[in-house]
C-alpha cells in the first residue's frame, strides 16, 4: 500500500493557468494527461521522485460528469471553486478492496497523446464525496515504467499531506490496526478545519519546502 497520487480539481476554463501556477510553485513541468473518456475529465500530471504522482484535473462538457462517479466528484470540486479533491492510495490486488467493500472496482483509461493507452481499476470514489478525508483504491494494469508517476528525473518529492479529518476513521477505511498501520508510510499531519479532506499538500522541490493549499 502506498500513495499513488493527489488529485487538484478545477474547472476546464482554469485548468492550463492552474497547470501553469503549481508548475512554477514546484519548478516543474506537468505533462499533458488526455482525457479519461468514461469519466467525462481530462488531466495533466507530474511524476514526483518516489513514483507518485500530482494530478490537476477538470471536467469537460461530457454527459459522464453527470453519472460516471468520478466525473461527478471533480465537477462537484470545481463548481466548488476548484482545490485539492482527494488522496489515492495505490494497491496491487484490487480484488482484496472488492471484497471488503463488496462491489466492484470501476475500469478506467486514457489515451496519452503519445497514444498509449493507460489503463487501471479505482474503488472508492462515491465513499470520498460522502466523506473527503477518505482516500480511494487504484491497482494500475500496465507496467511501472508506463505509469504517471514515472521517470521525475529528479524532480519535487511529496513530503506530507494535511488532512482535516480523524486519523483512525481512516485508518478502519483502508483497512489498518494498531498492529499494522500502513498510513506509516504515508505522511500525514492530520488537523481540525471546517471541513474534512485534504487540506494541503507538502513538497520537496530544489528550491526547498513548498506547501501548496
Not at 477518505?134 to 515504467?145: G, K, Q, S
Amino acid at each position: 500500500m502506498r500513495l499513488d497520487h493527489v488529485s487538484y480539481a478545477v474547472s476546464n476554463s482554469e485548468l492550463g493557468s492552474t497547470v501553469n501556477r503549481l508548475g512554477t510553485l514546484l519548478g516543474s513541468t506537468f505533462r499533458d494527461g488526455g482525457v479519461h473518456p468514461r469519466f467525462g475529465t481530462r488531466n495533466f500530471v507530474l511524476p514526483l521522485a518516489g513514483g507518485s504522482y500530482v494530478e490537476v484535473v477538470a471536467p469537460l462538457d461530457h454527459p459522464a460528469t453527470d453519472s460516471a462517479p468520478f466525473g461527478k466528484a471533480v465537477k462537484a470540486r470545481a463548481e466548488e471553486g476548484g482545490g485539492w479533491l482527494g488522496w489515492v492510495v495505490g494497491v496491487d490486488d484490487i480484488t482484496l478492496w472488492e471484497q471488503r467493500l463488496g462491489r466492484p472496482a470501476a475500469q478506467g483509461h486514457r489515451v496519452r497523446p503519445d497514444g498509449f493507452d493507460l489503463r487501471w481499476k479505482q474503488l472508492g470514489v462515491l465513499d470520498l464525496m460522502a466523506d473527503p478525508q477518505l482516500p480511494y483504491f487504484l491497482a494500475w494494469e500496465v507496467a511501472a515504467d508506463q505509469r504517471p508517476g514515472a521517470g521525475a528525473d529528479g524532480g519535487p518529492a511529496f513530503e506530507r499531506l494535511e488532512i482535516s479529518g480523524d486519523r483512525t476513521q481512516v485508518l478502519g477505511w483502508i483497512g489498518g490496526s494498531p498492529d499494522h498501520d500502513p498510513l506509516e508510510e504515508v505522511k500525514v499531519d492530520w488537523i481540525d478545519a471546517e471541513e474534512p479532506g485534504v487540506v494541503a499538500v507538502h513538497f520537496r522541490c530544489a528550491a526547498g519546502s513548498v506547501r501548496i493549499d
